[in-house]
Each structure stands twice: as C-alpha cells, then as structure tokens.
C-alpha cells in the first residue's frame, strides 16, 4: 500500500508538472490588435541625443537669466509716489518673507523653519538694479517669481523701494549732515 501511495504521489506531480509546462507555453490567439501597454507616457515623445540642440522653449517658461524687461529704468519718472507704490507692493509681496524691514529674521517663513536672505545684506545690495529686476520677475532659488503678477512698473517701483531701505542702513553721518542741510547725496 505505501508503493502505491508514492507511485498515486509521483504520478500526480508529474501530471501536475506536465498541466504546468503546457499552460506555460499557451501564448493565446493570435491577433491584429497592438499590445496592452499600460504607460505610454514616454513612447511617443521626441528623443534628443547628446550634444544637439533641444526642443523650443514652451510657452509661458522663461529660461534661467533671461532678462524680459519691457522698458528699464532710465524710462521713468522718479517721484516719491513712485517709491511709495513700490513699497505698497513690497508689503504686499515681499514683506511676509523678508519682514517690512528687509532683513528676514522673526518673519512668518523664516519661523517655519526656512532660510530667508537678508535683502539688507552687502550680496544683494552689490547686485545691479537689473538683476533685482529679474530676481523679483522670474524668482530665484526657493522664492518665487512675481512677473506674472506685478508689472514692469510695479517690478522696478520695488527694486527703488528696495535700494531705499539698503541706502537706510547704510547711512553715513556724512549723510546725516546732508540731509540736515537739504542736500541730496546721489
């Protein structure tokens, strides 16, 4: 009885191995229908090899250090309300990161953990007014670009609300007397 028990035992692994070979080599019907290919995300998109030049830019994108000024600087009148407008957009846009007073600490991201730059600092002061221009309309690093929301006015109104508050800690008591007197410095 123990004989046939292994045999009854062999028998059934082989029939079971042979159901197992033969289902393994059904492939299905034939067909004209393509594959299932469930992501095609990269199938059909153009392919660019090393060293040649890549597709257009796309639309609404602007590439790192593109300068979009539509007018500069020298186009404007120069006026207090000027400035002042810049300011009300500095509050607006700039003061939750870089506090009112333009040097970042105790503000609401820099609380959450965040590093915010000290606009007041020597690195940004030594930037040109077109490089302002350009921080503040297409962003840099971790902060935003605000081009799609302020104007070409409205960008260079900060960029001279921003040199102001740089002039205002860097003031001088040579300055001081200057101003006692009336004088402008610049």
Same mark, same amino acid.
């Given at each position: 009885?123990?004989?046939?028990?292994?045999?009854?035992?062999?028998?059934?692994?082989?029939?079971?191995?042979? /159901?197992?070979?033969?289902?393994?080599? /059904?492939?299905?019907?034939?067909?004209?229908?393509?594959?299932?290919?469930?992501?095609?995300?990269?199938?059909?998109?153009?392919?660019?090899?090393? $060293?040649?030049?890549?597709?257009?830019?796309?639309?609404?994108?602007?590439?790192?250090?593109?300068?979009?000024? $539509?007018?500069?600087?020298?186009?404007?009148?120069?006026?207090?309300?000027?400035?002042?407008?810049?300011?009300?957009?500095?509050?607006?846009? /700039?003061?939750? /990161?870089?506090?009112?007073?333009?040097?970042?600490?105790?503000?609401?991201?820099?609380?959450?953990?965040?590093?915010?730059?000290?606009?007041?600092?020597?690195?940004?002061?030594?930037?040109?007014?077109?490089?302002?221009?350009?921080?503040?309309?297409?962003?840099?690093?971790?902060?935003?670009?605000?081009?799609?929301?302020?104007?070409?006015?409205?960008?260079?109104?900060?960029?001279?609300?921003?040199?102001?508050?740089?002039?205002?800690?860097?003031?001088?008591?040579?300055?001081?007397?200057?101003?006692? $007197?009336?004088?402008?410095?610049?």
């Amino acid at each position: 009885m123990e004989k046939t028990l292994k045999q009854l035992t062999i028998k059934r692994f082989i029939i079971y191995g042979l /159901c197992l070979i033969g289902f393994m080599g /059904c492939r299905g019907w034939t067909t004209e229908k393509p594959p299932v290919h469930p992501n095609i995300n990269f199938d059909f998109q153009p392919k660019i090899r090393p $060293q040649r030049d890549p597709l257009p830019i796309p639309a609404n994108t602007v590439p790192y250090g593109h300068t979009t000024t $539509q007018a500069p600087l020298s186009d404007f009148v120069i006026t207090e309300d000027f400035i002042r407008e810049g300011q009300k957009n500095y509050t607006i846009y /700039c003061a939750t /990161c870089h506090t009112k007073t333009g040097n970042g600490t105790k503000s609401i991201i820099s609380s959450k953990g965040w590093v915010v730059s000290n606009i007041l600092e020597d690195v940004t002061a030594n930037k040109s007014d077109q490089e302002l221009y350009d921080i503040i309309q297409n962003g840099i690093r971790t902060m935003p670009g605000y081009g799609n929301k302020l104007t070409n006015v409205s960008i260079w109104q900060v960029v001279l609300y921003v040199r102001s508050l740089q002039k205002m800690t860097r003031i001088t008591p040579h300055d001081v007397s200057l101003i006692k $007197q009336g004088k402008n410095n610049d």
